[in-house]
């Protein structure tokens, strides 16, 4: 899939709108905004071991940059920025450029 012109390494998770999105896991809030073309409102949080998760479409960001954050943290609400139809998150995981199966990061 494609969002915004660009290749989609991550999950798309319908979920209704205001939804809690929660942080997959401890970290720091490295870019909280919606500069980044195709993805809205978007949260990026660096975690240890160079991990980095990515949440888009956010109606609101609950959390700044350089924020610390806990796993199960509710950090945004699901929303419709950058251009979806449908509210939804968008989650991936990359480890520097290279994508993560986000599945692993995700409650069963």
Known sequence: ???GGQHNDGVNIAAPHGTPVRAAEN???AYAGREIRGFGN????????GLITAYAH?????VVR???VTRGQVI??????GGVD???LHFEVRRGT???DPKQFLPT
């Open 86 to 88: 449908h509210p939804q």
């Open 76 to 81: 945004a609400k699901v929303g419709t920025s």
């Open 58 to 62: 956010a109606d609101s960001l609950l």
């Open 27 to 29: 970290g720091v809030v």
């Open 66 to 68: 350089g924020d610390v």
């Open 98 to 100: 290279k994508a993560v």
């Open 42 to 49: 978007l949260l990026l949080i660096k975690h240890e071991g």
């Open 1 to 3: 899939a494609k969002i």
